[in-house]
């Protein structure tokens, strides 16, 4: 028997808001995309509908990504990390995942860090 989506979303362990963060990442290429953050209904969302919903901090409201960029995300797969608190995000990606317009939003700010070996 299938887990059900109640059962897979008391799996997760929310912050103090209610909140789990959502790493989104191009499901073939492994590109590293944008984080966004999650709460029991954009989580609950994003596991029945295939699009990727998610909880505005700033809005205070849910936003379905594309619905007016027109830059969607398609879910292809969805893991919680070892503790729990944090999603990983699976998508096939159109269009820009940055509000900035760019593909990844982790193009912007190199912070030079003393590379190992």
């Not at 954009?42 to 027109?70: H, I």
């Not at 159109?94 to 760019?102: I, L």
Request: hydrophobic residues 35%; contains cysteine; glycine residues 8%.
């Amino acid at each position: 028997m299938t887990e059900s989506v109640e059962d897979r979303i008391a799996r997760v362990t929310f912050n103090a808001d209610g909140l789990v963060a959502a790493i989104v990442q191009q499901w073939d290429t492994r590109e590293v995309l944008m984080l966004g953050w999650m709460d029991a209904e954009a989580l609950r969302r994003t596991l029945t509908e295939g699009r990727v919903t998610y909880w505005s901090r700033s809005r205070r409201e849910y936003w379905r990504k594309g619905d007016t960029s027109g830059n969607y995300q398609e879910v292809r797969g969805m893991r919680l990390d070892c503790d729990g608190d944090a999603v990983l995000v699976t998508v096939d990606q159109h269009g820009p995942a940055c509000h900035t317009g760019t593909r990844t939003c982790f193009d912007a700010d190199d912070l030079d860090p003393a590379v190992a070996g």
